[in-house]
């Protein structure tokens, strides 16, 4: 399998500009979770799915942030309107379950700029 | 909800020394605790984890400690190699299904 994919890698957008990100996770897995990575607050976990259900939002910070799974093999995190405290590297990971012995298998991350 | 701190936030060590970093967590029904590594540029990723009936396991270099009683748990890495260098993250979860994480330790292993 080629594990979870995140596109686009880098974007570097101004402010005020919509920006959206993008996740396949691993083929099978019925979980899957957007984090957001900054120095300031480490790894975050913005909002999770079940089955392409959102489960928990509670990590999104406002409502410039949206996340949608509109099917098992697709998921966007979409920011509008940017800002420049949006700046961060964005995971998706994925699992195959939902228990506590489940492992998160991560993305390469998309690394935003916004100017 | 579930509270992890993990010491250091950097780590410095020559090539051949051991590493030890260090977490402790609030929520006594947390039950598994995953150690995870992510190298420059790339995701985070799993390298060894530790269920709360057990109190250590190892895998060739690396090895995790727990201590429920204290509710800490740490990572052990003997014989560093450069490669080794990237930021681990601790995690736990069980109370909640979803892993909470540590803020991360920075690894450096200097030739």
């Known amino acids: 399998d080629a594990g979870v994919i995140q596109s686009p890698r880098h974007e570097v957008t101004e402010m005020g500009q919509e920006v959206t990100l993008r996740c396949k996770p691993i083929?099978?897995?019925?979980?899957l979770f957007w984090y957001r990575q900054t120095m300031m607050r480490g790894l975050e976990l913005l909002i999770y799915?079940?089955?392409?259900?959102?489960?928990?939002d509670s990590g999104m910070p406002e409502d410039r942030f949206s996340a949608k799974m509109p099917n098992a093999s697709f998921s966007t995190l979409k920011i509008q309107p940017s800002e420049p405290r949006d700046s961060a590297v964005y995971f998706c990971?994925?699992?195959?379950?939902?228990?506590?012995?489940?492992?998160?298998?991560f993305g390469p991350g998309t690394r935003l700029l916004v100017l | 909800g579930e509270n992890v701190e993990q010491h250091p936030s950097t780590l410095s060590v020559q090539e051949g020394d051991s590493a030890v970093i260090k977490c402790t967590y609030s929520?006594?029904?947390?039950?598994?605790f995953p150690w995870y590594k992510q190298e420059l540029g790339k995701g985070p990723q799993l390298i060894i984890d530790?269920?709360?009936?057990?109190g250590e396991k190892k895998d060739q270099r690396i090895a995790v400690t727990l201590n429920k009683t204290a509710k800490h748990f740490s990572l052990h890495i003997t014989e560093t190699q450069p490669e080794d260098s990237a930021v681990y993250f601790c995690?736990?979860?069980?109370?909640?299904?979803?892993?909470?994480f540590g803020r991360g330790t920075s690894l450096i292993v200097h030739p």
């Open positions: 929520d006594s029904a947390s039950n598994y």
């Open positions: 799915f079940n089955n392409n259900v959102p489960i928990d």
């Open positions: 995690a736990s979860s069980g109370g909640s299904y979803i892993p909470t």
């Open positions: 530790i269920r709360s009936n057990v």
């Open positions: 990971a994925s699992s195959l379950g939902g228990g506590a012995y489940e492992t998160q298998y």
């Open positions: 083929s099978g897995h019925d979980y």
